[in-house]
Structure formats: C-alpha cells, structure tokens
C-alpha cells in the first residue's frame, strides 16, 4: 500500500504512479490516489473523475486494455506539494499526445491532477 511513509518524497510517489500506468499495473496505480482525488482537464477545471474507484474503472476500461500504451517523462517540476510532468504518451490507438500533468499531493498520495493537452482539441485527457 502506498502511503505517505512509502513516498514521502512527491517526486517519488509521482515516478511510483508512472511506472505502475507503464506496467499496466492497476492496482499499483491507482494506490498512489486518495480516496476522494479529483481530475480535472484545465482550463474550464470541470471534475471529470472523481474517486479512486472512478479511477480505477476509467483506466481499466479505457487505457490499461491497451497493450502498447506508454507515458515518457520528458520534464519533471517538483515545487513543494505539487509535481508537473509533460509527458508523451503513445499506445493510443495511432495517436502520438503530448500532455501535461499538474499533480497536487496531499498526506503522502495524489489528491489531485489537472491535465493540460497540447492540441485540446485531440480529447486525450480523460477521454475513451
């Protein structure tokens, strides 16, 4: 179980999330989250998931079924209790997104992320 004791270093539970999305890893994933953790697709900021088990379904059905999905760090931002990553992400069908995360960390996991898409109107974020 990942805890704030586990990664108490937000660029660690944020590397611990990525590899289990890589993996395909559900379970690993979505303990980096709280329980109530919300996403949203800035900049309208409208809740599009919420709740570890939202989560979970979502990515279940609609990006761990995809056998060559995978995220690639292109630049981390660690600045206290947040965490920004700007990730490439393939395995979409033939899409190639790229995508920003802004990670907020509460008590040792994810209370929230914001995705930004670099071409928004793709529908990557949250999105089947």
């Given at each position: 179980?990942?805890?704030?004791?586990?990664?108490?270093?937000?660029?660690?539970?944020?590397?611990?999330?990525?590899?289990?999305?890589?993996?395909?890893?559900?379970?690993?994933?979505?303990?980096?989250?709280?329980?109530d953790?919300?996403?949203?697709?800035?900049?309208?900021?409208?809740?599009?998931?919420?709740?570890?088990?939202?989560?979970?379904?979502?990515?279940?059905?609609?990006?761990?079924?995809?056998?060559?999905?995978?995220?690639?760090?292109?630049?981390?931002?660690?600045?206290?209790?947040?965490?920004?990553?700007?990730?490439?992400?393939?395995?979409?069908?033939?899409?190639?997104?790229?995508?920003?995360?802004?990670?907020?960390?509460?008590?040792?996991?994810i209370?929230?992320?914001?995705?930004?898409?670099?071409?928004?109107?793709?529908?990557?974020?949250?999105?089947?």
């Open positions: 179980m990942i805890s704030a004791e586990t990664h108490p270093d937000p660029a660690a539970l944020i590397q611990a999330q990525l590899d289990a999305y890589n993996a395909h890893d559900i379970d690993a994933f979505v303990a980096c989250y709280a329980e953790v919300r996403a949203a697709v800035w900049p309208s900021d409208a809740t599009r998931l919420q709740g570890r088990i939202a989560f979970a379904g979502y990515y279940r059905l609609h990006r761990f079924n995809r056998p060559n999905l995978h995220a690639e760090l292109v630049n981390r931002i660690v600045f206290g209790h947040v965490v920004i990553d700007h990730e490439i992400i393939t395995g979409l069908d033939q899409l190639t997104v790229e995508v920003v995360a802004m990670y907020q960390i509460k008590d040792g996991l209370a929230s992320v914001h995705f930004v898409e670099y071409e928004p109107d793709i529908g990557f974020a949250l999105e089947p």
